[in-house]
């Protein structure tokens, strides 16, 4: 079984513009598609640093003495490249959410697929768990969780149930969670639902947001004057966020104007949204929602 299949893989390197003498970053190297495909576009003198948290992905490290796999958060970036006397890079790529890996690993509870431990931790050295959210999280807190995060209309009515079940007892694996919001599940509709219920959990436990928001904040000062970021999301809170700093440079709001009405933004965009062509996604169906955004510092 393949550990991730690279989504818009041409389309996402192609982005980064890759100067062959260039120092590049990829900050979700999972099976290490996206940085094998760097890497074959870098002269001997170019340089390769990538990040991932989970401890699965060290199996799929590169033997090339350009390339560094960094175990950490890529929330981190700017501190580990400084560690490793890296202060400007020439490109980052970023395939945000969940790599097929961790969705085929029954165990990691990622997929809606499997009956398993409520988990779903990117880096297993995490203690918050979706165990943890799902038993320990007052109504309050879960109801936000699934609002924000997975859209969810029901989420007042499916955090009152949650905690109304649990009295009972821990719901300690995704089908008793399952059996839990059976209600909310209408035939028709299950698998959406039950993604969108997932994705929130999965969101909050991974703290995905405030790492996207960190992570973006360190783009500008790291990358060198016409350097490239190359990003692909799969759901429209990542999505918003990134297309919002690339445009402003903010994440809410307009950023401050002078008086002749101009603002001065650190990035601009290049070209304009790319996503999966069919063949694509019926090769990958994991790729049908993937969004690529390319920018470039001014």
């Known amino acids: 079984m393949e550990y991730h299949n690279p989504v818009l893989l041409k389309e996402t390197v192609d982005g980064l513009n ?15 598609g996206h940085s094998k495909e760097i890497l074959s576009r870098l002269g001997e003198n170019g340089r390769l640093f990538a990040f991932d948290q989970d401890q699965d992905a060290l199996k799929n490290t590169i033997d090339d ?29 970023a395939d945000f959410g969940v790599s097929s890996h961790q969705f085929d690993v029954a165990e990691r509870g990622f997929s809606t697929r499997f009956d ?7 880096n297993q050295q995490n203690k918050l768990s979706a ?53 909310f ?18 969101i909050e436990v991974n703290q995905e947001i405030e790492v996207l928001k960190e992570f973006l904040l360190q783009t500008p000062e790291i990358l060198k004057q016409g350097g490239r970021l190359s990003f692909i999301s799969y759901h429209s809170l990542e999505d918003r966020l990134v297309k919002r700093f690339i445009r402003n440079g903010l994440f809410e709001g307009e950023p401050e104007r002078d008086m002749f009405g101009r603002f001065e933004v650190p990035l601009k965009k290049v070209g304009g949204l790319i996503v999966p062509t069919k063949e694509e996604i019926k090769m990958n169906n994991r790729a049908r929602s993937a969004k690529l955004r390319i920018a470039e510092k001014l």
């Not at 120092?23 to 190297?29: A, G, R």
């Open 131 to 183: 165990f943890h959210v799902i038993n320990e999280y007052d109504e309050e807190q879960l109801k936000q969780v699934l609002l924000q995060y997975g859209e969810l209309r029901a989420a007042p009515a499916m955090a009152r149930l949650i905690v109304s079940e649990r009295k009972a007892g821990p719901i300690i694996t995704s089908g008793q969670l399952k059996a839990v919001l059976k209600r």
């Open 18 to 32: 890759v100067n062959p003498e260039g120092v590049y970053v990829d900050v979700t190297f999972g099976g290490g």
């Open 65 to 93: 003495p350009r390339f560094t796999l960094i175990n950490e958060n890529f929330r981190y970036v700017k501190r580990f490249l400084r560690f490793h006397g890296v202060k400007e890079v020439d490109g980052m790529l």
């Open 116 to 122: 398993a431990d409520l988990d779903m931790r990117m």
């Open 185 to 202: 599940l209408s035939p028709k509709h299950e698998n959406k639902i039950l993604a969108q219920i997932y994705q929130a959990i999965r």
